[in-house]
């Protein structure tokens, strides 16, 4: 059995508890927080919630330690600080801070002896896998990646900094005509605006000046002055009812041409349609869990993404019957 | 640069050779054939073509060989033969003798410090890849694969045998309906009827039986009884027109189920669409090989899938560049 640690029981560190109860070779040891522990309830009966400061006490209890905080403050800190004590994932999703946070990370791991993964989930994670093998088999093409429908929660947490809103959801949508025209293999230039919309359904505070708050929306800078965006007002129990989710997903596409004469074209699409972002994000983590138990027992260690890992290393099954099986 | 070989100049061979030139890493020095070689004209003005026999003496010339025999006669044979000699790629697709075929080539490779990838295409392939990935992800679901539509050979070549048929062209057709209710998560149990449909497009002989081969084809075990197929007669003109291509593609879909009560449904779908069916396939091995070059020179020899091999060693961009632009 896979020994598993989680630090930080929000969404994703929930989505990963669920995704651990999936897998047979693994085991939900214990939840750390930074909250009182008493206050914290899971739903793995035989596991314990400790205080963060148990963890650097526990290092022969746990073969891998996911870590479930946020990339703005949280991952930069905690997964250099703990890939010195644990094997770890995490998922860091702050592209353009990657390669600092990956060597970080991989200075910590190798000095250490432990095997990391960051940036693991579907964007970053499954998404930049497509796109990689997308664009090693089909070199001449173009890329598109498409998000939504689904929920984006910083958009969600910006609207809801507006004076007179009490709650918001936003969803990204993918512009259809636009995935049909690279589907087609038409090559199309698009700009933001064309490839996605942004629609928000918002509760405001009683007697709020929903024009002014729906303005403040539209033209919000780097959010939504870019997008066309919706923006829907509705009561508090239309929110619990229709948006309590936190539906997500959506296409990488990669197009090109191969032939004498560059005649023929082929289009590569990795589709994702998810019910629950955090715990499909979970899922993904927990399978990249078992690969870093199993490199770290042989030796591989540092910091790697999905890059770097051979597809078997996630699997349980062996050579043989992934091969009798799944080939 | 990777100095490349091909074996077989049919489809495939001339497919791998147009992947070739995709990649600026990549040159093409020979192709090898059973024929005449004299009788035999490549794209590529640098490279040559010789007779089988030569492979025995260029081992020094050339860093990976691909082979595009057949999966029923020449590969079994050829694969073990040349991993003796050569870091080798093949294309094997029969699936209930992949484990055997793997053993031999196994076998071979290690003795010779070679290192080769058997079953190297989309399926097998890139859809193997798909089919353990989602399986990985989401351990409680469901895999369907579906094809098409696409070109059939060896359909079209089991029409093409029955008396009366000058030519054949034959489509796997995937059945939209069944699709829409795997997409929609509904989990259903298909019968092969109800997947695909085929669809066959001839040229009779002058004052054949028309009704008689159309009969022959739609009872036909193994091949057409247990589908709905449709059958077209057609002129030579008609089928040079608009039948002269080798179309293909599919998807992978994979439904599967996650939270506390399994209550959130996730699709995960891949889907190729496909203007040659060969020249992808060639496009797939062709970044195979470059894998298969690299990891030789690391020392990791023996028989390998596309199960085994960390997505990075496919690219010819660096861990640092892959990080920070695919990630």
Chains 1, 2 share one sequence.
């Not at 059995?1 to 995704?19: D, H, P, Q, T, W």
């Not at 791991?109 to 896998?129: E, H, N, Q, Y």
């Amino acid at each position: 059995m896979i020994k598993v640690g989680i630090f930080g029981y929000g969404n994703l560190g929930k989505g990963v508890e669920c995704a651990v109860s999936k897998n047979k070779d693994m085991e939900l040891v214990a939840v750390f927080t930074r909250r009182d522990p008493s206050s914290v309830k899971i739903n793995t009966a035989s596991a314990k919630v400790y205080h963060e400061d148990a963890l650097k006490d526990m290092t022969g209890d746990i073969d891998v330690l996911i870590l479930c905080g946020g990339s703005a403050t949280d991952l930069p800190e905690q997964t250099p600080k703990y890939a010195s004590l644990y094997n770890v994932v995490d998922s860091f999703d702050t592209h353009a801070r990657i390669p600092e946070h990956f060597a970080n990370v991989d200075n910590a791991a190798k000095a250490a002896g432990k095997t990391c993964v960051i940036s693991c989930g579907w964007d970053p994670g499954m998404f930049s896998l497509n796109r990689l093998y997308a664009n090693c088999v089909l070199p001449d093409g173009k890329d598109y990646t498409f998000w939504g429908k689904g929920v984006s929660q910083g958009h969600s947490d910006a609207v809801r900094r507006i004076d007179g809103v009490k709650d918001c959801r936003q969803y990204t949508c993918p512009v259809e005509e636009a995935m049909d025209a690279v589907r087609s293999g038409k090559n199309p230039e698009l700009t933001t605006r064309e490839k996605h919309t942004r629609e928000c359904f918002v509760v405001a505070e009683e007697g709020a000046d929903l024009a002014r708050i729906e303005n403040e929306i539209k033209t919000m800078p780097n959010y939504f002055s870019d997008y066309d965006t919706t923006v829907h007002f509705i009561t508090e129990e239309e929110m619990k009812a229709n948006h309590s989710g936190l539906p997500h997903g959506g296409s990488v596409i990669r197009t090109g041409v191969t032939g004498v004469n560059d005649e023929n074209t082929h289009v590569i699409e990795y589709k994702l349609t998810l019910d629950s972002n955090p715990e499909f994000t979970g899922s993904v983590i927990a399978a990249y869990a078992r690969a870093v138990a199993r490199l770290n027992k042989e030796g591989q260690t540092g910091c790697k993404t999905v890059f770097d890992i051979a597809p078997a290393y996630l699997s349980d099954l062996s050579g043989d019957e992934l091969r009798a099986h799944l080939l």
